[in-house]
Nanobody, 123 residues
Framework: QVQLVESGGGLVQTGGSLSLSCAAS????????MGWFRQAPGKDLAFVAG???????AYVDSVEGRFTISRDNAKNTVHLRMNNVKPEDTAVYYC?????????????????WGQGTQVTVSR
């Protein structure tokens, strides 16, 4: 069993930066692929970024070049660095851990989820 806790959300202005963290307990994150998803008001849960166990990464097109997912295996933590944020990035952000060997875009390939952290981008 893996417990995930996100932190770092908040209010940021358009064009600003924010860093989210996902701390894990119970298991070593290096054994899992990791993903960040988000859910905007009135919209479905959507993939944002993922990291495979070997460190390969994947991003949805809308955040490519602006967001960076990274792992700190020593601290059993995954980060999402968000640069040049836009109002459309406003959402609740969730981290997830899965046993697939690749950073899947599908929520169904992730077994463990955090409780989410709110990110609000003001115009």
């Amino acid at each position: 069993q893996v417990q995930l806790v996100e932190s770092g959300g908040g209010l940021v202005q358009t064009g600003g930066s924010l860093s989210l963290s996902c701390a894990a307990s119970g298991r070593t994150l290096s054994n899992y692929s990791m993903g960040w998803f988000r859910q905007a008001p009135g919209k479905d849960l959507a993939f944002v970024a993922g990291s495979s166990r070997s460190g390969g990464t994947a991003y949805v097109d809308s955040v490519e070049g602006r967001f960076t997912i990274s792992r700190d295996n020593a601290k059993n933590t995954v980060h999402l660095r968000m640069n040049n944020v836009k109002p459309e990035d406003t959402a609740v952000y969730y981290c997830a851990a899965g046993v697939a060997g690749y950073p899947s875009h599908s929520r169904y390939n992730y077994n463990y989820w955090g409780q989410g952290t709110q990110v609000t981008v003001s115009r």
